[in-house]
């Protein structure tokens, strides 16, 4: 009997010693979450297939990015209008520089030239054109999002069908990746946005997820707008260092902040001693992680991204389900493959093509 | 031109009376008040704050922004704004990206192209401001905007990154003391500046101009050569800042450097207020310049949101300029 209540004492006080929401082998259980993301790519149906070719004639999509003057906007475009022109339906990118005018005269357009979908990508919020989408809805217009919002994130009202972004996904990853190349000993400075939607629950994965994994270990959130970040990145970054000289890793969660972050680790002597990890595989950041600036970037193909966009804006023409994430796989860049990614980097190269043929199988054009 | 009004001059004897404790005061204001922020947040976190890496990492990071400021307090010293600085200073560094990361050009040639390309959009804001008779104002903004869509233009809208490890060995990685060499390029910048506008003739005349255009042409002073050079050499020096912005980022970014030209403003004004008040001076740009980042710095170690950095360089600029204008009894700004 004492023996019995010993064992289950002991058994107890594991369980106790383990914070609620803590992994029991966290290193494994990182580990794992990395080799998810280290294989190449395949393609894993959103949902079923359906006739798409016949359910799409005759109608017209016009998509609004957030800013044509962004790459990655117009490779998701170039990608969008690819996969429009395979089924055959009209599919017209409204080009602007980020400016509200030109957003609202996008929507006047759709309207006034009847077009049968109003897509927002690329980073446009909904909410900044409330009146317009809602006139746009009351004209019969449906209204999709593209590339805005995480998965955990609901839809604005004016919104019909959204393909959202598995960022929380990402942030697991980037998180777990912090914890093995450190050694199960993270410190880590993460630097957010909270300006841009996707940002807080981006920036709360990466967090929970290193509590998770090492309740103990010590974090920092840098928050710095976007259009602050050529002025306070940089600075933001080296204060943090300085003041905490155990700082072991950074996260910069959109990767282009990493042009800041790699001055700032020069500057204070930290580059190499320092880990940077980011996510969005942007070529510049790509080359930089090829030179040895930069340790991981996690990747998602914007051909493949384009492909899965139309794949849901399709499903609602079609009367099929919204899918539950845009259907684009996160594939890790590190020293291992970086030559994959092409020299210069691009945004395609790396992923293999296998959506190509699981797209036009699922939309039964093959 | 930035003048409001004309103060009224006094004799020399008047001007000697002046020279009391409160005017030395006024001119070093600011710097007491840089020292007061680096005791106090020495008190508060003095191993970190206190140490040389840090001083050396302030100094280093904040040149860029230094020389841009320097380039653009020559202009308004003659009295002219120039608002295409900061897009000076992405082109500069995007022409680097371009030749020399992408197409492979060795970096001597390719430094003295970008800062020809500076000069020349200096001459070009000139040529429309003097030939036209346009304001600074309308033309630097209507020429950097065009600049703007030329970077955009050339650069695909993508960074470019791989630029010469050579250029950010000069500028960020070799160190004299602990800090990087771009910030002694700025401090000798600034030394040159202050010798020019204080010792020189043409350094004179520039001021003379700021000063009063027709007085000065009544004078003999060829007013016209000198604002054409002024924005030449704001041109050559924003050239330059976009130099020390591509080694200091090993990179060239379409957009980024933009959001360099407002706080560039602002050490240009907050630094009239000191050394020599009411006179765009150098080293009062450089002292504002290292006063703003040194708080920001503190506070940023000391875990401030980045609205609290805002509050402070916002409130900063206007609470020294305003206490400037107390101690001055609140006389016109004559920013020249």
Redo the contacts between chains.
Sequence with gaps: MRVLLLSAFVAASAIAAVPSGAHADAMADAKAILEQHKKMPVFDPPGEAFDAKSCMAGKKVLSIPISM???FN?ELQKAMSTAAKEVGFTYTTWDNQLKTDQWIQGVSQAISQKYDVLDVAGGLNPEWLGPQLTEARSAGLKVTTTHLYDVTQKSAPTVDYSSRVDFTGAGKVLAAYAYVQTGGKPNVLIIGSSDVLPSIPFVKAIQDELKALCPECKQ?H????V??????I???T???L???PGINYIIPIYD?MS??V???L????ALGSVGVAGFNG????L??LR?G?VNMDIGESLGWAGYAAIDNIMRMICGKPEVAKLNVPLLIFDKDNIKTAGV?ANFNDGYGDAHLDGFRKLWKLK | MTTIDMPIQKPVSALRSRFTLKTEAERFALVAAWLFLIILFGILMPDSFLSWRNFSTMFGSQAVLVVLTLGIIIPLTSGDFDLSGASILTMSSMVIGVFNAQMGWPILPVLVLSLAVGALIGAINAFFVLYFRIHSLIVTLGVGTFVNGVILWMSGSQTISGVSMELVSWVIMGRLWGIPLAFYYALILAAVIWYAFEFTIPGRKLLFVGRGREVSRLNGIPVERVRATSFILSGLISAFAGILYSGMTGSADPLSGLNLLLPAFAAAFLGATTIAPGRFNAFGAVISVYFLVTGITGLTMMGAHAYVQNLFYGGALVIAVSLSQLVRNRQPQDFS
């Excluded at chain 1, 259009?227 to 306070?232: C, E, G, M, N």
């Excluded at chain 1, 020069?266 to 002597?269: L, S, Y």
Aim: aromatic share 6%; glycine share 4%; charged share 20%.
């Design positions: 003057t962004i790459p117009v920092k840098l928050d710095v707008p259009s602050d970040w050529a002025t306070k940089q600075p933001g080296q204060s943090a300085l003041a905490d282009s042009q800041f790699v001055p700032a020069r500057i204070t002597g942007t070529p510049f950041v080359d930089m030179e600036q210069p």
